[in-house]
């Protein structure tokens, strides 16, 4: 058969979601093409690593191309996908040129959401991809740098103050991370503020951590562990405005330099191109198999989609095993319509828990009606991390690289790179004005 | 004693200079400080290999605090040093403050050097930091991305022709592993390039390679084991211009996007503010000592100095073990002088050797009498770059991503990141027209 006549798969995002479709397609009587506007696969759950400068961007993220390159069928391309165009069956892409599809798979994430402060977004660093990783590491070091040059000993304290924004599974992680960061690694290394103690303040909207999701009890367990840390937790707290001197709360004003935006996702402009219903956050509002109302040959998959259970009212969260699933599942469906067979009527979520960790041997996880808490919580998420980056090409490094900050209680990565390495970055630190470079 | 009534020695440069001069004064009875305008000293040597995505960053890069920790006299300031004023004794940092000093020593390193056509550094990529490294990475990787994405066989060919200028060690190590990343790793990777040839070149104005070091024999030697990994080079060649198009020589035009620069080296612009007598790179003519005449307190090490030995008329070589040899000589001196001790006379070098690789498997060395190329030479050059590696935080890192990439033909950092990652930096690489974000 010529393959130019073979159905066109086209899937939208190199993510978890997209890329197990693709994998899982690799054998199906069509052409795939999978369209990312990064060259690489990134393992999410470990992006705060590198944010927080104990692993390297490369040790995470992987090349698509790479992961593919035994899928005969599948080409990738690395462009902007800017629309899609249900009704002629085509996306757009960002040079103009256009790319017809049989089947449509839209898996493209989400973003950082700042609910309608986008202006914030200057002075509160999302954490979504590695460049945003990068960003957070550089402005946390450039910190410390500027803290230790600095006379002024309110200016100093304002350095060595980071707040972090949103008590999800993220921001739990980060603020973890931060205060040990802080704490035991990079305290030793200064003469000057060796002896101060940096602040690491965790802000929560909700009156308690992991809302959505989480066990209470575990909830309250995290806000402990956070606390033996040593990271001040803040409850119930709204924000009412973010600048370059720190972050205001309804009855309180927390000076800070270096601020963190944890506090919630929204679907990526493309949806929005798709014409079909969406949720509050962008989500698409997708069917029982994860098309669009009235394009059965078009799905939405991972965060971008809002799939509502049957018998439930909440849409799934936005984890990576639901949008692996949910890959799986659109692609088996492609798959039996493709041969003729007969379609999976609905896609089931399996739910196998959820968990975050707390720093260096704490954390909390729940499967089933298992709950667990501190060093046995953080061994079943150091387990589960190390089974799915199985099939990743870095694991081997990755656990070393693990292994070794644990034994030496260093850090891998602590590097300042890129154009405002230094200098005049550091001045604009210290005056709580350092504008980060690049924001989408 | 009151530690601020101690002698001041001022290090400008965390180098290997710098770095080891700091480490040899650690238990001077003095008081040290190192100022950088980066955080983290470098593995130069292995730097070509982040720019051809086989090792990370992190992986050849070390804080510079983390090294001098356990050094209790001395402080690491993140600062740029932007002139010495040797009468007054100080140094004057970029934000307008001063450093006085008793001793000073300088090690600032050198940067790429365009002799005069500056203008061409907006095509031609340098490589002497890690921005630059990364720069180059994100270049050649996404020359290949817009090739794969190009219908033009015109330009796909000059998005595949990658034109490396200077017949040096880096030149010749950089375009050994250029065309080993072209034709094992990325050329399986892209379904339509992948029978394609991709062409590097190599230009160099001598009629030989290796020029200035190097045995005629190993030239020649080096020349063809290129040839055989299947580069093409030009000797005798001097560049007229380069543009976003290409590059033009003497005879002939050679049509590329991707052009790197690695014909030669300057010192740094502080070398220019010491008032001294400097060579026509810029280098610092220093007496036997390191000295700078007239001023038996400051003194010049490495790649800023012009060192010619007694009985000789060409300065000791840029490279890191007449840095470090120097480094300790310096510092042996300022402590005798400390302790009232007599002082050594005159710096002599130790060489033992000079080496360069050419991709995997394939080198040239040569020590004392004996001339090595093939698998030996690069069996002595693992081995020696093993060595050195020692006493820095990730030797185990880069042994295990050398081995991984070695077994696996892969590729460990194959990442594009940045604000350019893709998109409109396609298009730009297609037309010839994708200028580097920040070149120094």
Same mark, same amino acid.
């Given at each position: 058969?010529?393959?130019?006549?073979?159905?066109?798969?086209?899937?939208?995002?190199?993510?978890?979601?997209?890329?197990?479709?693709?994998?899982?397609?690799?054998?199906?009587?069509?052409?795939?093409?999978?369209?990312?506007?990064?060259?690489?696969?990134? @393992?999410?759950?470990?992006?705060y690593?590198?944010?927080?400068? =104990? #692993?390297?961007?490369? %040790?995470? /993220? $992987?090349? !698509? *191309?790479?992961?593919?390159?035994?899928?005969?069928?599948?080409?990738?391309?690395?462009?902007?996908?800017?629309?899609?165009?249900?009704?002629?069956?085509?996306?757009?892409?960002?040079?103009?040129?256009?790319l017809?599809?049989?089947?449509?798979?839209?898996?493209?994430g989400?973003?950082?959401?700042? @609910?309608?402060?986008d202006?914030?977004?200057?002075w509160?660093? =999302? #954490?979504?991809?590695? %460049?945003? /990783? $990068?960003? !957070? *590491?550089?402005?946390?070091?450039?910190?410390?740098?500027?803290?230790?040059?600095?006379?002024?000993?309110?200016?100093?304290?304002?350095?060595?103050?980071?707040?972090?924004?949103?008590?999800?599974?993220?921001?739990?992680?980060?603020?973890?991370?931060?205060?040990?960061?802080?704490?035991?690694?990079?305290?030793?290394?200064?003469?000057?503020?060796?002896?101060?103690?940096?602040?690491?303040?965790?802000?929560?909207?909700?009156?308690?951590?992991?809302?959505?999701?989480?066990?209470?009890?575990?909830?309250?367990?995290?806000?402990?562990?956070?606390?033996?840390?040593?990271?001040?937790?803040?409850?119930?707290?709204?924000?009412?405005?973010?600048?370059?001197?720190?972050?205001?709360?309804?009855?309180?004003?927390?000076?800070?330099?270096?601020?963190?935006?944890?506090?919630?996702?929204?679907?990526?402009?493309?949806?929005?191109?798709?014409?079909?219903k969406?949720?509050?956050?962008g989500?698409?509002?997708?069917?029982?198999?994860?098309?669009?109302?009235?394009?059965?040959?078009?799905?939405?998959?991972?965060?971008?989609?809002?799939?509502?259970?049957?018998?439930?009212?909440?849409p799934?969260?936005?984890?990576?095993?639901?949008?692996?699933?949910?890959?799986?599942?659109?692609?088996?469906?492609i798959?039996?319509?493709?041969?003729?067979?007969?379609?999976?009527?609905?896609?089931?979520?399996?739910?196998?828990?959820?968990?975050?960790?707390?720093?260096?041997?704490?954390?909390?996880?729940?499967?089933?009606?298992?709950?667990?808490?501190?060093?046995?919580?953080?061994?079943?998420?150091?387990?589960?991390?190390?089974?799915?980056?199985?099939?990743?090409?870095?694991?081997?490094?990755?656990?070393?690289?693990?292994?070794?900050?644990?034994?030496?209680?260093?850090?891998?990565?602590?590097?300042?790179?890129?154009?405002?390495a230094?200098?005049?970055?550091?001045?604009?630190?210290?005056?709580?004005?350092?504008?980060?470079?690049?924001?989408?």
């Open positions: 058969m010529n393959a130019s006549k073979l159905p066109h798969v086209v899937i939208v995002g190199g993510g978890f979601g997209g890329l197990t479709a693709a994998k899982e397609l690799a054998h199906a009587t069509a052409r795939v093409t999978l369209v990312d506007r990064s060259n690489h696969h990134l @393992f999410q759950p470990l992006l690593q590198v944010a927080m400068a =104990g #692993l390297s961007p490369a %040790d995470i /993220a $992987v090349p !698509i *191309r790479s992961v593919l390159r035994h899928a005969e069928n599948t080409s990738v391309l690395l462009a902007d996908v800017t629309a899609a165009d249900l009704e002629r069956r085509r996306v757009q892409l960002e040079d103009g040129t256009a017809g599809y049989d089947y449509l798979i839209v898996a493209v989400a973003k950082t959401n700042y @609910f309608g402060h202006e914030w977004s200057k509160a660093l =999302g #954490l979504k991809t590695i %460049d945003d /990783a $990068v960003e !957070i *590491r550089r402005r946390v070091l450039l910190a410390f740098e500027a803290a230790e040059r600095e006379d002024d000993p309110a200016v100093r304290r304002r350095l060595l103050t980071f707040v972090v924004i949103g008590g999800g599974p993220t921001g739990v992680e980060v603020a973890g991370a931060l205060m040990e960061l802080s704490r035991f690694v990079l305290a030793d290394d200064f003469r000057r503020i060796r002896h101060e103690r940096p602040r690491v303040v965790l802000v929560e909207m909700a009156n308690r951590l992991l809302p959505g999701g989480f066990d209470e009890t575990l909830a309250t367990s995290a806000k402990a562990q956070l606390e033996t840390l040593g990271v001040e937790v803040r409850l119930g707290s709204r924000v009412t405005g973010i600048d370059g001197r720190g972050v205001g709360l309804q009855d309180e004003t927390l000076e800070s330099t270096t601020v963190l935006w944890t506090a919630g996702v929204r679907a990526k402009s493309l949806t929005a191109t798709l014409g079909a969406t949720d509050r956050a989500r698409v509002e997708v069917l029982g198999d994860c098309s669009i109302p009235g394009h059965p040959e078009a799905f939405v998959i991972g965060d971008a989609a809002s799939f509502v259970p049957k018998g439930s009212t909440r799934l969260p936005g984890v990576s095993p639901v949008a692996m699933q949910q890959a799986r599942f659109v692609a088996s469906l798959a039996a319509r493709l041969r003729g067979d007969t379609e999976p009527a609905e896609f089931a979520y399996f739910d196998k828990g959820i968990m975050a960790t707390i720093g260096r041997s704490r954390a909390v996880a729940q499967t089933g009606k298992l709950r667990l808490s501190g060093l046995l919580a953080w061994l079943a998420w150091l387990l589960v991390h190390i089974w799915y980056l199985i099939g990743f090409r870095n694991r081997f490094i990755v656990l070393f690289n693990w292994a070794w900050n644990y034994v030496t209680y260093k850090r891998g990565a602590r590097l300042i790179t890129g154009e405002r230094t200098s005049r970055a550091l001045a604009l630190a210290a005056q709580g004005s350092d504008v980060p470079a690049t924001r989408s």
